[in-house]
């Protein structure tokens, strides 16, 4: 925001039209009069972003879902930094389902998802604030008569010589009939909010209750409704007896959807209740036949074949064919939940000629779309409004549209409003989940104890593969978030090769926060620890000769190494573990230090980490976030996984998936690294390094190398008893 950027109108729209954006400037100008006549006021609404009150109110619309990353604070901010208005007047709306408010990296549909809400959203919102400063300056230099140069904004205030003022509220109607500025000039100098650390504005909302999510939504007359899915995936339903169900007082009716048996009630629990006297007969099909230990076994047997090649640099199997000494191990990780604290859940109203739905989406675009092809309706007849959600992590951005679907089955055969709910086991034992990886690394190393060749083969199933998706995110047969992070490396490894298999089963997988490179960190960073301590030298000063060319995140590794105390001695029993990882634009660096027992189990006592996300918006956002991704990977890494026997998801609730426990949390110290480069994002890359500075520091504290996530006190003792 140092520099003064000049663009014509015409520029700016060529340039939003190819970023997918719309017409910025021009998107629903008169809408926004009509919408402000309607509620007896009228409103500045130059874009489809903005909207300034009489009475001086700013409302941005926000078109990324909320689900507790912040965006309904820094999205603000990018748009009141260059609209000059005063923070303490603005408020945040969610967005309509439109085109103008598509995504502006990934194609024309709404999503909030891949840590882009800022990146995305940087100079479209940042140029609707300035075109709109812009036409409050021209009203106020009108009036006064004077050249619009003479003339400032600040804090919902434009200033004009000898101490004249006329705030935003005063000029708003004014400057609603005003053309479209021809040139469109972002600030210049320092900022005034982006970059401090500004309290949230949904968090009133969520302190008193009154903030929506959709397990919260109500209307008169609504019915419940919780479905019966099968034991396993795939299964249908061969038949079923509803009689007990129906007796359940308050149920009204049980029906059938593709996904099971819907049990429809006056209320949650009765809906429960009548699903549990439900006599069902299911047709399990080959799911039936799926378990973790046999897939297991064939993902080891495909990782010892060659697989479809995703870089090669050099030629890595003609160095390892003549090595004197190779290093060759397996690394795993199993299928992982989502598990947001609010479970999945959908309202849906339709009616003979519409439709509105009510739920956390982060994929709204879809989900209209799918529900209106369900409702036999056009998408235009749908309306979705997107509620807060009670976390994400992209389990509500479903290609399939399973929740939401379901939900308008079940309405189009009540005739009522209806919201379907799952409970947590539902949610933990219908999918979706993160994949379950089986990696082997094979490398050798040069004179000076360093990578020459490095051959990574990756087996696991693809989350695009089968999904609309697919012809733009699969080339030559390679999913690239399988190898992300993997063939994206930025260690200077001469001889490289990275392969992939995507095996296919029954078992449904989703991208998961951070994606792939949720375990292609783990493999990467663990297996770079084995080759420094195999060769006597330090993993942090290993990692620095090998990033040389790569400053960005070579400063985050330093930084953490440092606020972390590297090198110093620690009590006895306690071991320290570094990692770097870049994901989403930003670079992170994590230090664990942890202690074991003699029983193998694990504390994790302190996490340092250093984030460099390019240019800041909000400071406690980026801060929150990072704690977030750590928890959020800790628990991963030491509790998480999903496991499948005859069919069966064995895990249903946090008492058997669970999260890290407040006694159990570590101190965690985030030190943000500034810079002037583009925006990162901040939602994901927090998760990727954790396992690996943990499992680096487990074999640092006790010499057990572990290449199994989660890290159990089984496996901790056993790899004990192997060192």
């Keep these: 925001m140092s520099t003064t950027s000049t663009m014509s109108r015409r520029q700016f729209i060529k340039t939003s039209a190819l970023a997918g954006g719309g017409l910025l400037l021009a998107c629903h100008l008169c809408a926004g009069r009509r919408d402000a006549a309607a509620g007896g006021d009228t409103v500045f609404a130059p874009n489809a972003f903005l909207r300034v009150g009489t009475d001086g109110s700013v409302t941005v619309i926000v078109n990324k879902s ?287 000629d519409s439709c509105l739905i009510r739920t956390g989406s982060q994929f709204q675009t879809v989900d209209r779309n799918a529900a209106a092809r369900v409702a036999g309706l056009k998408p235009e007849q749908v309306s979705l409004e997107t509620t807060f959600l009670g976390g994400g992590f992209g389990r509500r951005a479903c290609p399939g549209s399973d929740f939401v679907i379901e939900a308008v089955q079940v309405a189009k055969q009540v005739g009522q409003p209806v919201k379907v709910i799952r409970t947590r086991t539902d949610d933990m034992r219908a999918g979706y989940y993160r994949p379950m990886w089986y990696d082997r690394v094979t490398a050798c190393l040069d004179k000076h104890g360093l990578p020459l060749a490095w051959q990574l083969r990756i087996v696991g199933q693809s989350i695009i593969a089968g999904t609309p998706f697919e012809a733009a995110m699969i080339k030559d047969g390679i999913d690239g978030t399988s190898v992300e992070g993997a063939a994206t490396t930025p260690y200077a490894i001469p001889n490289l090769q990275v392969e992939l298999h995507s095996p296919k089963n029954q ?135 999903i496991t499948l026997k005859a069919g069966r998801v064995q895990q249903g609730n946090f008492d058997d998936y669970p999260l890290v426990r407040m006694s159990a949390m570590p101190q965690v110290e985030v030190h943000i690294i500034a810079s002037n480069e583009p925006p990162g994002g901040v939602g994901e890359p927090g998760v990727p390094p954790i396992a690996p500075a943990v499992a680096n520091a487990l074999f640092a504290a006790s010499g057990a190398r572990l290449r199994s996530l989660p890290m159990t006190a089984e496996k901790i003792t056993t790899a004990r008893k192997k060192g």
């Excluded at 440092?562 to 994901?583: M, N, Q, T, Y």
């Design 66 to 352: 909320e689900m507790g990353q912040g965006v309904y604070t820094s999205l603000p901010m990018l748009v009141a930094e260059e609209l000059c208005c005063d923070w303490q007047r603005v408020r945040f709306q969610a967005s309509p389902v439109a085109p103008e408010y598509n995504h502006t990296q990934f194609g024309p549909i709404m999503v909030t998802g891949g840590s882009s809400s800022v990146r995305s959203e940087w100079n479209r919102l940042s140029l609707a604030g300035a075109a709109a400063r812009e036409m409050l300056i021209s009203v106020a230099a009108q009036q006064w008569r004077i050249d619009p140069a003479a003339c400032r904004a600040e804090k919902g205030v434009v200033h004009g010589p000898a101490d004249r003022q006329l705030s935003f509220g005063k000029l708003a109607a004014r400057a609603a009939k005003l053309p479209l500025p021809k040139e469109v000039r972002l600030k210049s100098g320092a900022t005034v909010l982006l970059g401090r650390p500004l309290h949230r504005l949904d968090s009133p909302a969520k302190i008193n209750g009154t903030a929506l999510f959709g397990i919260d939504v109500h209307v008169p007359g609504l019915l419940t409704a919780v479905i019966e899915r099968p034991p396993v995936f795939g299964g249908t339903v061969k038949n079923f007896d509803a009689a007990k169900a129906l007796a359940v007082a308050g149920v009204k009716q049980v029906v059938t959807v593709d996904a099971g048996v819907a049990v429809v009630a006056d209320g949650f629990w009765p809906a429960v209740q009548g699903r549990e006297q439900l006599e069902i007969v299911w047709e399990e099909g080959a799911g039936a036949g799926v378990s973790t230990h046999a897939m297991r076994e064939e993902y080891a047997r495909l990782a010892a074949t060659p697989g479809l090649v995703a870089r090669r640099d050099g030629d890595a199997q003609a160095v390892l064919a003549k090595a004197a000494r190779r290093f060759e191990v397996e690394y795993e990780v199993p299928y992982l939940a989502h598990a947001p604290m609010e479970p999945l859940n959908c309202f849906v109203d339709l009616k003979k």
């Design 507 to 641: 078992v449904p997988v989703l991208w998961w926060r951070s994606v792939g490179h949720s375990h292609t960190a783990f493999v990467m960073e663990s297996f770079l620890d084995e080759l420094a301590h195999a060769v006597g030298q330090d993993p942090y000063q290993y990692r620095r000769r090998l990033l040389a060319k790569h400053p960005r995140t070579l400063k985050v590794l330093e930084t953490a190494a440092k606020k972390a105390g590297w090198g110093r001695p620690l009590p006895s029993g306690h071991g320290r573990g570094i990692a770097v990882h870049e994901s989403f634009g930003s670079f992170v660096a994590q230090v664990a230090e942890l202690s074991v027992d003699s029983t193998g189990h694990i504390k994790v006592h302190r996490v340092v980490c250093a984030v460099d996300c390019g240019r800041i918006v909000n400071p406690d956002t980026i801060k929150a976030q990072m704690e977030s991704g750590i928890v959020f990977g800790l628990s991963a890494a030491l509790y998480g996984a």
